[in-house]
């Protein structure tokens, strides 16, 4: 009962401290008077879905992927808009139609509107498996990274395609982990949170004019606190 009410109590501050530094990073940003306002609304929406979806996921909830929908959806656009062509292709054309395999397959592992997702754990060849796979997607995404630069014309830089590419790779490793329940894609969620708030980070400071890029930066500051919790709440569940 007490880890219960725990748990209760993080995901509402989590959620409502998300909220509130959003509104006040809007209200503050909307201010300035090159402010893409519009932009600044739907950034700030997504944010807000995608940590009520990373919630509901620390706790087993299959509501996650239909919060998870919207958040991906909205998060594609602001990505094309940035000028992140990997994380941009890989939120349109493989988050958005995961989010329905995540949904079956753990409806498919006892998860309902009422009951956790039953979670497993990798071992013996799955390890190498993976391991394999996020080598091989890294070194793709970051060629995908400096093919469409160098079509676009634009300057390189390295540090933030390889940062964009490590992201990149977390992420899809880390969304088929998700979709068969296994513990270690939190592992793999906080590296992407860590290299995701580097990015937008860097992003911010290095583009005066890229000011909504608050946003995701506090989005994904909040994701790495939600999943340090993910990490102890999905040990216990895959124990059983």
């Known amino acids: 009962m007490k880890e219960e009410t725990f748990n209760k109590w993080f995901s509402i501050f989590i959620t409502a401290g998300m909220a509130v530094c959003v509104v006040l990073s809007c209200i503050g940003k909307?201010?300035?008077?090159?402010?893409?306002k519009w932009l600044l609304v739907i950034s700030a929406f997504g944010a807000l879905m995608g940590v009520i979806s990373t919630v509901l996921s620390a706790n087993g909830s299959i509501w996650t992927f239909l919060f998870g929908l919207i958040d991906v959806s909205i998060y594609a656009y602001i990505l094309y808009d940035s000028k992140m062509p990997s994380q941009f292709l890989l939120h349109a054309?493989?988050?958005?139609?995961?989010?329905?395999?995540?949904?079956?397959?753990?409806?498919?592992?006892?998860?309902?509107?009422?009951?956790?997702?039953?979670?497993?754990?990798?071992?013996?060849?799955?390890?190498?498996?993976?391991?394999?796979?996020?080598?091989?997607?890294?070194?793709?995404?970051?060629?995908?990274?400096?093919?469409?630069?160098?079509k676009a014309g634009d300057s390189m830089n390295?540090?933030?395609?390889?940062?964009?590419?490590?992201?990149?790779?977390?992420?899809?490793?880390?969304?088929?982990?998700?979709?068969?329940?296994?513990?270690?894609?939190?592992?793999?969620?906080?590296?992407?949170?860590?290299?995701?708030?580097?990015?937008?980070?860097?992003?911010?400071?290095?583009?005066?004019?890229?000011?909504?890029?608050?946003?995701?930066?506090?989005?994904?500051?909040?994701?790495?606190?939600?999943?340090?919790?993910?990490?102890r709440i999905w040990l216990k569940l895959s124990k059983t």
Do not use: C, H
């Open 158 to 231: 390295y540090s933030k395609m390889f940062l964009d590419a490590m992201a990149t790779t977390a992420n899809i490793v880390a969304i088929v982990m998700m979709a068969f329940a296994y513990m270690e894609q939190w592992y793999l969620w906080t590296l992407v949170n860590v290299t995701s708030v580097i990015l937008w980070t860097v992003t911010l400071i290095s583009e005066p004019d890229a000011g909504y890029a608050i946003i995701p930066l506090i989005k994904y500051s909040f994701y790495f606190i939600n999943g340090i919790n993910g990490i």
């Open 30 to 36: 909307m201010q300035a008077p090159d402010a893409r």
């Open 93 to 150: 054309l493989y988050f958005v139609p995961m989010e329905f395999v995540g949904f079956f397959q753990w409806k498919r592992r006892g998860a309902d509107s009422k009951s956790k997702v039953k979670a497993q754990r990798l071992k013996g060849k799955k390890i190498l498996l993976y391991s394999l796979l996020f080598v091989g997607v890294l070194a793709v995404s970051f060629a995908v990274s400096w093919w469409f630069l160098s």
